[in-house]
């Protein structure tokens, strides 16, 4: 089964990551990877479900242990 492809709004609304915020990591390089269906600016962008998921794990901090 492919990996489920979410437009920005779609991401926002699963995850609470805001477009502007997307738009922001993708202009630095930054941020979870992404498909661009075009390089012109009116290309469509779209997300992997499995590549929020890792980028949201990979900046998982878990707290406790030795001080």
Do not use: H
């Amino acid at each position: 089964m492919p990996d489920e492809l979410l437009k920005p709004t779609q991401v926002q609304a699963e995850y609470g990551l805001n477009v502007q915020l997307l738009a922001n990591w993708r202009w630095a390089g930054t941020g979870p990877d992404y498909i661009k269906t075009s390089p012109a600016k009116a290309g469509r962008v779209l997300y992997r479900r499995a590549a929020i998921e890792r980028f949201l794990q990979e900046r998982t901090v878990s707290q406790g242990g030795a001080a």
